[in-house]
């Protein structure tokens, strides 16, 4: 096992995509192998050294940024261990990123549908903040692929669950340690707090806990036959009303719940204001001058849509006068590589922005109800209209989830942004909404866990925290401010 205490060294490890600053570690590990990763739990354990696990750092939380302790970073267990096509099952350990993922799945035919937008991303991390991405409005999030993982407890013990799978009669019951249940995580997305539901697998506790329960070493997720052909368009509309409405009236009529079932061909809705749009015309000169708003809707074809899609497009946009020739097209390989990179562009632009301005990232990560979505929509656009701060709305409107980024360009603009976010996650919450549906909680978004869930709710999960780790060593600072 390697072992870091060189200042220089360890800097590299002291930051993520949410800008914070003033993270510090007297150390790092880098294990190379589950006995290894056991090794350093039981010393950190027996020492009581505070313990931040660290994966690709692409985060936008601060959760894998330590303040004291030791970094053990996922970094060189980074290895495929099998993939069974029949069972379309893949083995893998936590450092592996998702470009790792695609790249070995696409000469089998395969893929892993969550699709997160930051390929560098590991499955770890992914794991650890229930990751979600444009395809989840299909697909569902991180979660409904994860079918096993192997963790290493700080006590030693080693616990390795498999999706349905009850573990009864033990301390690791987890129906026991959520008996008389304080909350329920919302039926949406969610990356907030410790999962709760009836009857849940003990797996779901660990997934989205952002590192503070246990480590990760080996994954085994679920895979989905490769798409045989999709069709992907960027359509521009005249005002955010009308890129709104076209997606709302879209799913209604092909009467899509708030978690559309597997056998819908439409993979995402992602929607950019204009603000979005002119923040990219730099790069993509050829964005029309006049758009106020823009929807990108990708869709698998198959044998069923194949001779009727383009005609069935065309009339949907074309109540909202806007003619589907006009429209950016994915028709050849080359064009959807194209729209992907125009996609994957945004959150880059946005956190240059942030970097260029020496800010920590402010920024939403709701989502709400189905039913919800139009309120919290025109809430947004309300408080935003009068704030005179700069804003870029853009994400996953397919899910009822975008991300509203404020910029402070000024420092007495910084109080204000940071008090408009925490009027969102009021909103959201006061909707049945959640503060956080991809990206986590970390130690950023500590405050906002509290405006979601009551006192007992959060005490119960430190109880859960305590159950596992006892001296409060791991992931220190994640969801709790202990």
Same mark, same amino acid.
């Given at each position: 096992?390697?072992k870091?205490i060189?200042?220089?060294?360890?800097?590299?490890?002291?930051?993520?995509?949410?800008?914070?600053?003033?993270?510090?570690?007297?150390?790092?590990?880098?294990?190379?192998?589950?006995?290894?990763?056991?090794?350093?739990?039981?010393?950190?354990?027996?020492?009581?050294?505070?313990?931040?696990?660290?994966?690709?750092?692409?985060?936008?939380?601060?959760?894998?940024?330590?303040?004291?302790?030791?970094?053990?970073?996922?970094?060189?267990l980074?290895?495929?261990?099998?993939?069974?096509?029949?069972?379309?099952?893949?083995?893998?350990?936590?450092?592996?990123?998702?470009?790792?993922?695609?790249?070995?799945?696409?000469?089998?035919?395969?893929?892993?549908?969550?699709?997160?937008?930051?390929?560098?991303?590991?499955?770890?991390?992914?794991?650890?903040?229930?990751?979600?991405?444009?395809?989840?409005?299909?697909f569902?999030?991180?979660?409904?692929w994860?079918?096993?993982?192997?963790?290493?407890? /700080?006590?030693?013990?080693?616990?390795?669950?498999?999706?349905g799978?009850? *573990?009864?009669?033990?301390?690791?019951?987890?129906?026991?340690?959520?008996?008389?249940?304080?909350?329920?995580?919302?039926?949406?997305?969610?990356?907030?707090?410790?999962?709760?539901?009836?009857?849940?697998?003990?797996?779901d506790?660990?997934?989205g806990?952002?590192?503070?329960?246990?480590?990760?070493?080996? *994954?085994?997720?679920?895979?989905?036959?490769?798409?045989?052909?999709i069709?992907? /368009?960027?359509?521009?509309?005249?005002?955010?009303?009308?890129?709104?409405?076209?997606v709302?009236?879209?799913?209604?009529?092909?009467?899509?719940?708030?978690?559309?079932p597997?056998?819908?061909?439409?993979?995402?809705?992602?929607?950019?204001?204009?603000?979005t749009?002119?923040?990219?015309?730099?790069?993509?000169?050829?964005?029309?001058?006049?758009?106020?708003?823009?929807?990108?809707?990708?869709?698998?074809?198959?044998e069923?849509?194949?001779?009727?899609?383009?005609?069935?497009?065309?009339?949907?946009?074309?109540?909202?006068?806007v *003619?589907?020739?006009?429209?950016?097209?994915?028709?050849?390989?080359?064009?959807?590589?194209?729209?992907?990179k125009?996609?994957?562009?945004?959150?880059?632009?946005?956190?240059?922005?942030?970097?260029?301005?020496?800010?920590?990232?402010?920024?939403?990560?709701?989502?709400?109800?189905e039913d919800?979505?139009?309120?919290?929509?025109?809430?947004?656009?309300?408080?935003?209209?009068?704030?005179?701060?700069?804003?870029i709305?853009?994400?996953?409107? &397919?899910?009822?989830?975008?991300?509203?980024?404020?910029?402070?360009?000024?420092?007495?603009?910084?109080? /204000?942004?940071?008090?408009?976010?925490?009027?969102?996650?009021k909103?959201? *919450?006061?909707?049945?909404?959640?503060?956080?549906?991809?990206h986590?909680? &970390?130690?950023?978004?500590?405050?906002?866990?509290?405006?979601?869930?009551?006192?007992?709710?959060?005490?119960?999960?430190?109880?859960?925290?305590k159950?596992?780790?006892?001296?409060?060593?791991?992931?220190?600072?994640?969801?709790?401010?202990?």
């Amino acid at each position: 096992m390697l072992k870091k205490i060189d200042p220089d060294i360890i800097k590299g490890y002291l930051e993520d995509s949410s800008n914070m600053i003033g993270g510090f570690a007297e150390g790092l590990y880098i294990p190379e192998n589950d006995a290894e990763v056991r090794e350093i739990l039981l010393e950190c354990q027996a020492k009581s050294t505070p313990l931040t696990v660290s994966a690709a750092q692409t985060g936008t939380t601060g959760g894998c940024i330590p303040f004291g302790g030791w970094i053990l970073t996922t970094q060189k267990l980074d290895k495929i261990l099998n993939i069974d096509e029949k069972a379309r099952l893949m083995t893998i350990q936590p450092g592996i990123s998702l470009e790792q993922i695609d790249l070995a799945l696409q000469k089998r035919h395969l893929l892993y549908p969550p699709d997160p937008t930051e390929k560098k991303a590991t499955i770890g991390g992914n794991i650890s903040t229930n990751a979600s991405g444009g395809r989840c409005y299909r697909f569902g999030a991180t979660r409904d692929w994860i079918k096993r993982l192997r963790i290493q407890l /700080l006590n030693g013990e080693t616990l390795d669950i498999k999706r349905g799978e009850k *573990v009864l009669g033990s301390r690791f019951d987890v129906n026991e340690l959520l008996k008389d249940p304080q909350y329920q995580t919302p039926n949406i997305k969610c990356s907030a707090g410790y999962y709760s539901r009836p009857n849940m697998d003990l797996i779901d506790l660990f997934i989205g806990s952002e590192g503070t329960l246990g480590v990760i070493t080996e *994954v085994d997720i679920g895979l989905y036959p490769a798409f045989v052909e999709i069709f992907d /368009l960027v359509a521009f509309f005249a005002s955010e009303e009308k890129a709104v409405d076209f997606v709302l009236t879209t799913k209604r009529s092909n009467q899509l719940s708030t978690q559309p079932p597997i056998n819908q061909t439409t993979n995402f809705y992602e929607f950019f204001d204009e603000n979005t749009l002119q923040m990219l015309r730099p790069a993509y000169p050829h964005i029309p001058a006049d758009a106020k708003a823009a929807i990108y809707v990708e869709e698998e074809l198959n044998e069923i849509n194949q001779q009727t899609y383009f005609d069935d497009w065309s009339a949907r946009l074309e109540k909202y006068g806007v *003619v589907l020739e006009d429209c950016w097209l994915g028709i050849t390989s080359k064009q959807k590589e194209e729209l992907a990179k125009f996609r994957h562009a945004i959150p880059e632009h946005i956190n240059e922005l942030f970097k260029l301005h020496h800010q920590t990232k402010i920024a939403t990560d709701i989502a709400v109800p189905e039913d919800k979505f139009l309120e919290m929509f025109d809430y947004y656009t309300l408080e935003l209209s009068t704030s005179n701060l700069f804003y870029i709305k853009f994400g996953h409107i &397919g899910d009822n989830h975008l991300h509203v980024n404020l910029l402070a360009r000024e420092e007495k603009d910084l109080t /204000l942004a940071q008090a408009l976010v925490l009027k969102f996650i009021k909103k959201a *919450v006061s909707l049945g909404g959640t503060a956080s549906a991809e990206h986590g909680i &970390g130690k950023l978004k500590v405050n906002y866990l509290k405006e979601m869930y009551s006192k007992k709710a959060l005490d119960q999960m430190l109880h859960v925290k305590k159950h596992f780790d006892p001296k409060l060593i791991l992931g220190k600072g994640n969801l709790f401010n202990s």
